[in-house]
């Protein structure tokens, strides 16, 4: 079984704050639980790169 078919993996309607979310890992993980179906909310002292 693939991450994409498990509902473990299944983030939609769930709600994930992320800090340091304009690079690296921060924006990597964001992108992941964006792309699960989580509503992500980030922080970053950068906002021009988010």
Do not use: C, N, W, Y
């Not at 921060?26 to 021009?48: I, K, L, T």
């Amino acid at each position: 079984m693939t991450a994409g078919t498990d509902p473990m993996f299944d983030l939609s309607g769930k709600v994930v704050a992320i800090t340091g979310g304009s690079r690296g890992l921060g924006r990597q993980m964001a992108e992941e639980f964006a792309h699960r179906g989580a509503r992500v909310a980030m922080a970053s002292r950068q906002a021009r790169r988010v």
